[in-house]
């Protein structure tokens, strides 16, 4: 039994929509290699950020020989902690010395929007489920500790990302006229937007996977996506 519950329901009619006209342009078997299942996106103007797409995610101390996910530098475990995420829920599981809200883990617990994580002595991270409509959750560093690759937050991919200049999107992009939809399926990744949108240079489909190395544009703004 898990010391926290906090049901909620984040797929409107709307969105189904969205997902579900995807899928029915979507071929039975895309071209394209499956995504690594860590990549850095950078966001031209923005940042950069580590994109995990796991449903389980380790954190711990980054040292050479480290096999963590998200490898952080600070005096941490080599196997700190462990994100699972079940459904639209997250838990954290502590090896580690794992704090929540100021409390100590001492067991698997379900976390919940703006939770605010401590690994170790003072390694903070908030933890943030900012889109209604997407299970994708963000870990944000809020004070001088940064990842191994370095990074400026990570991101938990679940079936979607939003980008844009929402104040309620995973990456918010003030200066982006429209928003751009990142989906994950199959280990595979798409783009979806209301505006035209290219890949290196030519116009890009939903149905067209996007592969580590590429570059994805819109109206003057880029982002691309760099392999660990």
């Not at 995973?170 to 990142?182: F, K, M, S, T």
Request: proline content about 7%; some cysteine.
């Amino acid at each position: 039994m898990f010391p926290r519950w906090t049901p909620f329901n984040r797929l409107g009619h709307l969105w189904q929509w969205i997902l579900d006209d995807h899928r029915q342009v979507l071929p039975a078997s895309p071209m394209g290699k499956s995504l690594p299942e860590r990549f850095v996106l950078w966001v031209d103007g923005v940042g950069g950020y580590l994109a995990c797409l796991s449903d389980e995610i380790t954190l711990g101390q980054a040292t050479p020989e480290t096999t963590v996910d998200i490898p952080i530098l600070a005096d941490l475990s080599g196997k700190h902690a462990t994100l699972r995420r079940q459904g639209e829920h997250y838990l954290i599981e502590p090896a580690g010395k794992v704090f929540l809200n100021g409390t100590k883990v001492e067991e698997p617990v379900l976390l919940a929007d703006n939770d605010l994580l401590t690994l170790g002595d003072d390694v903070e991270l908030r933890f943030q489920m900012p889109h209604p409509l997407s299970a994708t959750a963000c870990l944000n560093f809020t004070n001088h500790y940064r990842t191994e690759p370095r990074s400026d937050a990570i991101l938990l991919i679940s079936q979607s990302l939003i980008l844009g200049p929402g104040n309620h999107n995973h990456v918010v992009c003030r200066q982006w006229p429209e928003n751009i939809v990142l989906f994950h399926e199959k280990n595979r990744l798409y783009c979806r937007s209301r505006q035209a949108v290219e890949l290196d240079g030519q116009p890009l489909k939903s149905t067209t996977p996007i592969q580590c190395g590429q570059q994805i544009s819109l109206d003057g703004c880029a982002i691309s996506l760099e392999e660990v």
